[in-house]
């Protein structure tokens, strides 16, 4: 998977607790990507990194927020988790020059109850 | 935004038959276009991508295409075996090249 682990790899949680994913690199990539997956909607972009501290929202943001104060870590946070946020998320990086090939991590499955 | 269409949702095939999954795109101005296959339980992993300057691009036994004009491409997999079998994302980026849009999948299924 491209020197990117994510943790935990598998979660379980309550209703309007805080979450927090991470992603750990090893291969000094600058751009970092958080997606969910869901059945029926394929992949989709919930924010992404260009740099250390450079982050901007995706097409499905809305309780989420991340961090990144380190060029090897990405940090996902559901600020208080909802049902609807149950799902498979993978962290994506690709290198410095651009974008352009993203390689996946195993993913976390989040289950919130 | 970006939107990109995939089709068909399911495909089964014989072994050794070939598969053809194809995908549109709405922004003209994407460039940039990877197929990923996901196995069970695994993240999604890059196998071809293409180009906007580039009609077709092959690698052993999958192939993509790409028409412009139309803005549909398509991935061309021969002599399926059975560890094809899983689910195939296509994807479109935008303009510069740092996000990408994914198709719905594609649940491919080759019958030994």
């Known amino acids: 998977d491209a020197g990117i682990t994510q943790s935990p790899r598998h979660k379980v949680t309550e209703t309007g607790t805080p979450v927090t994913l991470r992603c750990h690199q090893t291969?000094?990539?600058?751009?970092m990507y958080w997606y969910r997956q869901d059945p029926g909607h394929g992949l989709r972009l919930i924010h992404y990194?260009?740099?250390?501290?450079?982050?901007d929202k995706g097409e499905v943001s809305d309780g989420y927020s991340v961090s990144r104060s380190k060029t090897e870590d990405f940090l996902l946070t559901l600020e208080s988790a909802t049902s609807s946020q149950t799902s498979v998320y993978f962290c994506?990086?690709?290198?410095?020059?651009?974008?352009?090939?993203?390689?996946f991590g195993p993913g976390t499955r989040l289950t919130v109850t | 935004g970006e939107n990109v269409e995939q089709h068909p949702s399911t495909l089964s095939v014989q072994e050794g038959d070939s598969a053809v999954i194809k995908c549109t795109y709405s922004d003209s101005a994407s460039n940039y276009f990877p197929w990923y296959k996901q196995e069970l339980g695994k993240g999604p992993q890059l196998i071809i991508d293409i180009r906007s300057n580039v009609g077709e691009k092959k690698d052993q036994r999958i192939a993509v295409t790409l028409n412009k004009t139309a803005k549909h491409f398509s991935l061309h997999i021969t002599e399926t075996q059975p560890e094809d079998s899983a689910v195939y994302f296509c994807?479109?980026?935008?303009?510069?090249?740092?996000?990408?849009?994914f198709g719905g999948g594609t649940r491919l299924m080759v019958k030994p």
């Open positions: 994807a479109a980026s935008n303009n510069a090249g740092n996000m990408l849009t």
């Open positions: 990194s260009y740099g250390v501290k450079d982050t």
């Open positions: 994506a990086i690709a290198p410095f020059s651009s974008g352009y090939e993203q390689y």
């Open positions: 291969e000094n990539h600058r751009y």
